[in-house]
């Protein structure tokens, strides 16, 4: 599968983002999803995924209640809303997918096996 992401920028502190990534050669809608994220001098870390049953997310903490992760299985896309962004949401933000079928949402980068190149998030402060 291929993966387009796009939507990032410079946005002050307590603005809002939205991210979308566009999927090709596979469904949305058979796959787990996810966001990433990896500040400069720092590990790629997950942010979000949502599941291909029933629409399960998970998030890591520092992002409950600000980001919402969710899917378009229509256009295909999967989209990352951020609001509320604090200066140490800078990163490059990736999409990425899960091997078609597993259907358990999981966090570790070797769980996903498709990737796509990455958009640039900057939060001033």
């Known amino acids: 599968v291929q993966l387009q992401a796009s939507g990032g920028g410079l946005v002050q502190a307590g603005g809002s983002l939205r991210l979308s990534c566009a999927a090709s050669?596979?469904?949305?809608?058979?796959?787990?999803m996810g966001w990433f994220r990896q500040a400069p001098g720092k590990e790629r870390e997950f942010v979000a995924a949502?599941?291909?049953?029933?629409?399960?997310?998970d998030y890591v903490d520092s992002v409950k209640g600000r980001f919402t992760i969710s899917k378009d299985n229509a256009k295909n896309t999967v989209d990352l809303q951020m609001n509320g962004l604090k200066p140490e949401d800078t990163a490059v933000y990736y999409c990425?997918?899960?091997?078609?079928?597993?259907?358990?949402?999981?966090?570790?980068?070797?769980?996903?096996?498709?990737w796509g190149q990455g958009t640039q998030v900057t939060v001033s402060s």
């Open positions: 990425a997918a899960r091997p078609k079928l597993r259907a358990e949402i999981r966090r570790g980068l070797s769980d996903f096996d498709s």
């Open positions: 050669g596979r469904t949305v809608s058979s796959s787990v």
């Open positions: 949502i599941g291909w049953i029933g629409g399960k997310t």
